[in-house]
């Protein structure tokens, strides 16, 4: 009784018991007795009552005769008792299948008894709870807003008092695109936040993210939003919530599968149509990424080779001056001047901008990782921005790795490792027992570690080149490069041959200068990081 959150929600399970019943009408009513103080909630419908044996398997809780109908939505028997989280002081059942006809009545204890009644069809749940008439009234209320929003997608005829509550399903939306599959049905919109999941109409997870297991480049479901009725869902007994198993992953595929195929096809004519009609696409940034989706992902083997190579001639990338370029004629550019050239912060002045786009050479603005490592993966890549560059998780300039470069300054590097006779070893092993590390300056043994920086014998400096404090998970101070110094352009060019190499100089050149070390001032280490084109910044 204590599964919800919200009480009300025990009427979603009486409704789901006659959906279940194949109810072809469902009707919650509510009166008020002002002299006993009491509320009266009736739940009525005309489907399949219950025989004496269904009675006695009902009156048993987690037992239930709809165990192994994957349609039915009360699988548990548990709808009786979510009743009582009402604290209702009289509940009783009417129920019957025609032929027969019976009354159950449960005290608070949940304890009851079976008696006999004359014969009829359906059931009739009667709960009776003390109550003044002001709560009485924001009951009545509430629970048509509670009803509304969890059983307003069911087939089944739902009233409230004599009001339909009943709702198409449907969703909002420029792009909305309808799955109907065996057992599952789906509207899904493009730009919409978040899934709703139902089970036979009723919802059962609202602003449902979907956990794909897919070894998937960027996260396209994100892009989209929907409602989605699925047969094989399961649920906890609470209802409150979907269940990540097999047949949730293969539907979470199946859903994908459906929005690439859909929407493939109608984000290619609606680009076409607006180019053709020379229209501005309010929408484009939208359905770039999109596109940036499908071909990082080699259009998730669903679509052919020519509907890529489609997709590949559509103008999805944006150029620094606003048009927008195919991807083709960007991989042409660059192979032509040797690089990919991109801003991401815009600070490339409009003088040096012109320097590249009055000779046609692309300059993307801003693109995602998806364009820098997946699309245009193979091609070397350079960004244009003035200053500093800020480098975050697998970000990088060219063959440049800056989250390698970041952890190497913020949480120090140990260049020791002790080989043992099979080839394995431990990051920071000690070689003998005074405690030195093996030749630091053995570059093939760098090796990234989670401490501060070490002096050459392998013992902690006090002084370290920059604070590692972190806060809530995230670090106080980052590096930031400035691809355009000298000592940073002479260690790309290395990178391309080496990155450990070059990895491995830039530490050396950090920790030669005995300043870094010895009881230095803060602005002395910012000039000795300023030296070779490094600088700290707050993160804040």
Not at 3 to 9: G, R, V, W
Not at 285 to 292: A, D, G, L, S, Y
Not at 396 to 423: C, E, P, Y
Request: charged share 30%.
């Amino acid at each position: 009784m204590d599964q919800f959150s919200e009480p009300l929600l025990c009427f979603r399970e009486l409704v789901q018991n006659s959906v279940d019943a194949e109810a072809k009408k469902i009707e919650i009513k509510t009166g008020y007795d002002k002299d006993k103080q009491l509320l009266e909630i009736q739940v009525i419908d005309d489907g399949a009552g219950m025989s004496l044996d269904n009675i006695r398997t009902y009156l048993t809780l987690f037992d239930s005769t709809k165990d192994t109908n994957i349609k039915k939505i009360g699988q548990m028997g548990a709808g009786k008792v979510f009743a009582h989280a009402l604290k209702p002081k009289l509940m009783t059942v009417e129920t019957g299948n025609g032929e027969q006809g019976y009354r159950v009545v449960f005290n608070p204890d949940l304890s009851g008894k079976i008696l006999e009644t004359t014969p009829h069809e359906g059931t009739n749940v009667r709960l009776f709870i003390p109550m003044k008439l002001t709560k009485a009234r924001a009951f009545n209320k509430k629970l048509e807003e509670v009803v509304g929003e969890w059983c307003k997608y069911i087939k089944t005829p739902l009233f409230i008092n004599g009001q339909k509550i009943n709702e198409p399903f449907k969703i909002k939306g420029d792009y909305v695109e309808r799955i109907e599959e065996e057992g599952l049905e789906a509207e899904i919109a493009f730009k919409s936040f978040g899934y709703e999941f139902f089970k036979g109409g009723i919802l059962l997870e609202k602003t449902h993210y979907l956990y794909s297991r897919d070894n998937e480049k960027g996260d396209i479901l994100s892009l989209f939003g929907g409602l989605v009725n699925a047969e094989r869902v399961d649920f906890p007994i609470s209802r409150n919530g979907v269940v990540r198993n097999e047949e949730y992953y293969e539907l979470i595929r199946t859903v994908k599968k459906n929005i690439v195929k859909k929407f493939t096809p109608r984000f290619i004519d609606e680009i076409k149509d607006k180019i053709d009609s020379k229209k501005i696409i309010i929408d484009q940034p939208f359905i770039n990424r999109f596109f940036h989706h499908i071909l990082a992902n080699n259009g998730y083997g669903w679509l052919d080779r020519q509907t890529l190579d489609r997709i590949n001639q559509l103008p999805i990338l944006e150029n620094a001056d606003g048009s927008f370029l195919s991807v083709n004629k960007v991989k042409e550019k660059a192979k032509q001047q040797g690089y990919l050239y991109y801003l991401i912060d815009g600070s490339f002045s409009a003088t040096e901008l012109s320097a590249f786009l009055d000779n046609d050479i692309p300059v993307l603005r801003k693109p995602e990782m998806l364009v820098r490592e997946d699309i245009f993966k193979h091609e070397s890549k350079q960004c244009l921005d003035n200053g500093y560059y800020k480098g975050y998780m697998s970000e990088r300039f060219g063959v440049f790795n800056f989250s390698r470069i970041s952890d190497l300054l913020t949480r120090g590097f140990v260049s020791k490792i002790s080989l043992s006779s099979t080839g394995g070893g431990f990051l920071g092993t000690r070689t003998d027992n005074d405690g030195n590390f093996d030749n630091p300056f053995d570059f093939s043994k760098l090796r990234i570690y989670g401490a501060d920086f070490k002096d050459f014998q392998g013992n902690p400096q006090e002084n370290i080149l920059l604070d590692s404090y972190w806060d809530e998970n995230c670090r106080e101070h980052s590096v930031i490069l400035n691809v355009s110094h000298p000592f940073m352009k002479s260690m790309r060019d290395l990178a391309l041959k080496n990155q450990r190499l070059a990895y491995y100089f830039i530490a050396c050149e950090l920790i030669k200068s005995k300043k870094v070390f010895d009881n230095a001032s803060a602005r002395l280490r910012e000039n000795e990081m300023l030296r070779i084109g490094l600088k700290a910044v707050d993160n804040e």
